[in-house]
């Protein structure tokens, strides 16, 4: 197979969807790799590297679009990634369809066969390809946030850990997950005073088993949500419903009983974000206020950090891009059903469906795709 991997063109987005050891293996399995010119260069990667790899470097996006038989990325296709699409063709990254109808009506008018990197799961329930960038973001998401808490950028003027004689910000994270467990544990290295709010008991007892007095768990009610919203210095959203928008769980109204200045971090921008007030930013221009409280609600956080992203990343999807292209995706799928859980369009068919209740898109069964 032709496998092809153009330079990611979202704004401040660093990240490569194949690193050269990915290359390299995918060579040696027989396939043929072709890498736009300075694709990898964000990240820290040569051309060279690719070369010496194995693979073929490409002058521009177009010769790769048009030539390899599977597109793999980091972020969902731009406007006119996807006006150069087709039928036939396998394309292989992070989607987020939930909250993005656009993108949704160019891949299934393209035909082409499109696999989310965030709904693919594992025997445990989990999503393998989506939790490395979960626990990067998770990990940015305190760091961030005090740059927020700076005055110079808006915020209370309050440091994370405080100082003898003065208290430590206080942080509310909300979701207990990947993204909530690793944000919780930085921002209370960092000194703060950490609460992780989460709706599942097991969850909550699994975090009280293991990180014991390092952070608190509260069960997330309304009222304990209101109540830790409201005398929180910073609040990360760090809630994920697979491939589904994300719920709003903190309304306009309840910024009225935040502290001024207080900083959002809206982990989950990418399926839409979970405060009502959430709108995605960019590196370039991270923060915007409302109503007295800072928001920072950049969607592709793990880009800040790009070499670590892309080989985590690069990590975790080298396997399945490779059954892909040794056996075909419809193969690769009918033989491991976590892998046909990403399958979100083929062939002008939605095929994910969550994203079908979420858009009000009539949603074909994955299986009957492969069949």
């Known amino acids: 197979m ?6 990611e063109i979202k704004n401040q987005e660093y990240r490569v969807g194949m690193t050269p050891a990915a290359a390299r293996d995918a060579v040696a399995a027989g396939h043929e790799v072709v890498i736009e010119a300075g694709a990898g260069v964000g990240a820290g990667f040569a051309d060279e590297d690719y070369t010496a790899a194995g693979a073929s470097i490409l002058d521009t996006a177009e010769e790769v679009f048009e030539t390899a038989e599977m597109v793999v990325k980091v972020k969902e296709p731009q406007a006119e990634e996807r006006a150069r699409l087709r039928e036939g063709q396998i394309l292989f990254t992070y989607l987020h369809l939930a909250a993005d109808r656009p993108q949704t009506e160019d891949l299934m008018k393209s035909g082409v066969t499109a696999i989310a990197y965030e709904t ?45 004689g003065v208290g430590p910000a206080k942080v509310a994270v909300i979701g207990g997950g990947v993204v909530g467990t690793h944000a919780a544990r930085i921002a209370a290295g960092m000194g703060a005073e950490v609460t992780v709010l989460d709706k599942s008991l097991p969850r909550m007892r699994y975090l009280d088993d293991v990180f014991g007095s390092t952070f608190r768990v509260r069960y997330a009610s309304g009222e304990n949500t209101e109540e830790l919203v409201a005398e929180s210095d910073m609040v990360i959203g760090a809630v994920l ?29 990418d399926q839409g974000g979970c405060f009502e007030t959430s709108k995605a930013t960019t590196h370039d221009d991270p923060i915007y206020e409302v109503d007295g409280i800072m928001h920072y609600c950049v969607a592709n956080m793990p880009g800040a950090v790009a070499r670590t992203s892309t080989i985590a990343l690069g990590n975790a999807t080298m396997p399945f891009m490779l059954a892909i292209a040794n056996k075909g995706w419809k193969q690769a799928c009918a033989d491991d059903p976590h892998l046909l859980a990403g399958l979100n369009t083929h062939a002008g068919h939605l095929t994910y469906e969550a994203v079908g209740r979420a858009l009000d898109i009539e949603v074909s069964a994955p299986a009957d795709m492969v069949g």
């Open 2 to 7: 032709r496998i092809g991997c153009p330079r």
């Open 120 to 164: 693919v799961t594992d025997r445990a329930g989990g999503l393998p390809l989506l939790a490395p960038m979960s626990e990067v973001a998770g990990r940015l998401a305190p760091q961030v946030g005090a740059w927020t808490l700076q005055k110079a950028n808006g915020g209370r003027g309050v440091l994370m850990g405080g100082v003898p």
């Open 241 to 269: 419903i697979p491939g589904a928008a994300a719920p709003k769980l903190v309304t306009r109204e309840q910024l009225g009983s935040m502290k001024p200045g207080a900083a959002i971090v809206d982990v989950a921008i």
